[in-house]
């Protein structure tokens, strides 16, 4: 038994043989069994999912002495020399080989003759977009107005070289990646034609291996079965391709869990030293995760999601009870988005051990992570609220007897500490004083004035002394200290010398200007140039200094040489920092105005012959000799 080449052995000669790809095969037949041919069809997809056997197969649909047929019958001569591939009406073309324009002249001249045995005259292209642009361009008349007697099928796995012309003359087919259920249905029938006995986690592994595509699965299946095995075994398969088994993984998971670096590291030189694929490795690591997380999230109802056998299930799922259900989705994020950086590193290995040690301490890391988001969101020493001063003869806030329930008192009156709507966050006013704050302060802690009638705010009631405190004045309404004074409460027996006068709540200072004060002299442009320089912002104001400037009518009016310095200095960037050292320097007034000198404003050739023109010493030149300007071209100074 052969097994070099199982693709051309079992290649599909119907379109019920072929794996997948339902919907075109069901267009496609339809056209035949109806005799309606496009004049060009595109064929698109990744590598070997059936783009050139399916255009193989509507080549012998359209042909066939049965024809119009859904189906060739494969035993006529036309279905067997397009099978063999030398039926002379079907042209089959490498682009890669055959895609210039001469090629596509040559296609074009063959074209315009009937066909000799068969009824249409197909062309396949294969790979067609390494034809060249000459090439397309000389087909775009012929893909849109071939004879009736033709059509075109263009096979091709980067439709994005395809001009839009070209793609716009043809009936677009794009073939989708195979499933894994239906790659492995493939294979499963595959050995049993070959009458070979397997496991069925063998048969999974190839199908994952092959990721959708047939041919690659083919060619992974024949080279396993070359071992010679009388049963393919998962054992073998694993070994021979390379592919870790379910032990690296779950040794893997422990050292994880037990955050193990030195056995993360072991396991790492465990997959190197046994050659295994890394690329396959972490896409099985991501399935892992996955696992995980959807039996954490839903238990045995995800397992037939998942395809586990059961011994497999329970393993797993004795791993997503283990850990917690963010750590896996975080773990499982972080394999998805590490995998195209391993992949691409030009340390692979090192990529994979930085990743894996990574989840090993992914706990710790989340910690000090935290720790350093609270760190910067504490207040610093300096922006700390201070303490608020103690008061003199205060009352300490009163607290209900344990006799009597809360809210009430003897008598039905309700007690003080209920006055306030927001208990525990202010101190109670005495019941002598009720009404009042002590030392003259308002429920906000600003000082009360006299109400807006002129009795001073100590003889307001308790309800007017609500938490709406916004008809309190502020303190700058206090005008001397015998104001202040007597808004302190007075007892029934008042002592002076414990009542201590309140001190004047100091005025805020005046603003000071933002323009430096500390600049003695009149301020020029020198200045301001040295202002920028000792400022440190000569980095961000490129050009500056080489402005001239000059402060014209309440304008700093800055000159520069030609337009390539104005954008410099009037960037986006430069010219807000620019603004506010003028602020600074010159004061909030002075307005900033950027222009080109007149000798850096580029003027047009009219312009220019204009100017030269009516220049005296030319004038006498063309008047004394009868010449006349041909030409003028400036000079590279002007």
């Known amino acids: 038994m052969s097994t070099s080449n199982l693709t051309a052995k079992y290649r599909p000669q119907t379109f019920g043989e072929v794996a997948g790809q339902e919907a075109v095969k069901t267009i496609l037949s339809r056209a035949a069994a109806q005799d309606k041919v496009a004049p060009a069809y595109l064929f698109s997809g990744t590598r070997g999912v059936g783009k050139t056997t399916i255009a193989r197969i509507f080549a012998k649909a359209l042909n066939c002495k049965n024809a119009p047929t859904a189906e060739p019958c494969n035993e006529c001569d036309n279905c067997r020399q397009i099978t063999a591939g030398v039926g002379v009406d079907v042209v089959e073309i490498d682009a890669a080989s055959h895609g210039k324009v001469d090629d596509a002249r040559r296609l074009k001249e063959d074209i315009g003759y009937a066909p000799i045995e068969f009824r249409y005259k197909v062309f396949i292209i294969d790979e067609a977009h390494m034809l060249t642009v000459q090439a397309f361009n000389a087909l775009l008349k012929t ?22 012309t070209i793609i716009s003359r043809c009936q677009h087919y794009a073939f989708k990646m195979l499933t894994n259920d239906e790659l492995i249905a493939h294979l499963s029938n595959i050995l049993n034609m070959e009458q070979i006995e397997f496991e069925q986690g063998a048969v999974d592994l190839i199908a994952k291996r092959g990721a959708g595509s047939v041919r690659d699965s083919m060619s992974l299946l024949g080279q396993v079965l070359a071992l010679g095995s009388e049963k393919l075994l998962e054992e073998d398969v694993r070994s021979i391709l390379g592919l870790a088994g379910r032990d690296v993984f779950f040794t893997l998971m422990q050292a994880i869990h037990g955050r193990d670096l030195v056995a993360v590291g072991d396991t790492v030189q465990q997959v190197l030293g046994r050659g295994l694929d890394l690329g396959f490795f972490i896409r099985e690591l991501g399935n892992c995760w996955r696992n995980m997380f959807l039996l954490n999230q839903s238990g045995e109802r995800a397992v037939p999601l998942l395809g586990l056998s059961s011994e497999e299930a329970a393993e797993f799922m004795k791993w997503a009870q283990t850990f917690d259900r963010s750590f896996i989705h975080a773990c499982w994020q972080m394999t998805v988005d590490g995998q195209r950086k391993v992949m691409t590193s030009l340390e692979p290995a090192m990529a994979l051990e930085l990743l894996l040690l990574n989840m090993a301490s992914l706990t710790d890391l989340i910690s000090m992570e935290r720790a350093g988001a609270l760190a910067s969101a504490a207040p610093s020493p300096q922006q700390a609220p201070q303490a608020a001063p103690a008061v003199p003869n205060q009352a300490p806030p009163q607290t209900p007897p344990p006799s009597q329930p809360m809210g009430q008192q003897p008598g039905g009156q309700t007690p ?100 430096p004060a500390s600049v003695s002299g009149p301020r020029d442009f020198e200045g301001f140039l040295q202002y920028v320089a000792d400022s440190g912002a000569n980095g961000s104001t490129s050009g500056l200094s080489k402005c001239k400037g000059e402060l014209i009518d309440g304008k700093l009016v800055l000159t520069c040489a030609n337009s390539f310095h104005q954008g410099q200095v009037a960037g986006r960037e430069s010219r807000g920092v620019v603004e506010r050292l003028v602020s600074e320097y010159f004061g909030p007034e002075v307005e900033l105005e950027i222009q080109i000198s007149s000798k850096g404003k580029r003027r047009s050739r009219q312009e220019i012959r204009d100017d030269v023109e009516s220049h005296p010493d030319v004038k006498r030149v063309m008047d004394a000799f009868g010449a006349s300007i041909i030409s003028i071209d400036p000079r590279k100074d002007v």
């Open 143 to 164: 893909l849109e107005e071939p004879p009736p007697h033709a059509t075109f099928i263009m096979a091709t796995t980067e439709t994005h070289k395809f001009p839009a």
């Open 416 to 515: 003080p500490w209920q006055n306030s709507p927001q208990q525990g966050m202010q101190q109670q006013v005495p019941p002598q004083n009720q009404g009042m704050q002590p030392q003259g302060m308002g429920a906000n802690g600003r000082p009360m004035g006299r109400t807006e009638s002129g009795s001073p705010a100590g003889n307001r009631s308790a309800n007017d002394m609500g938490a709406d405190d916004s008809s309190l004045p502020d303190a700058a309404g206090l005008q001397t200290d015998s104001d202040l004074n007597s808004l302190v409460p007075q007892s029934e027996n008042p002592a002076p010398e414990s009542i201590p006068p309140l001190e004047r709540v100091p005025e805020p200072a005046p603003a000071k200007p933002s323009f």
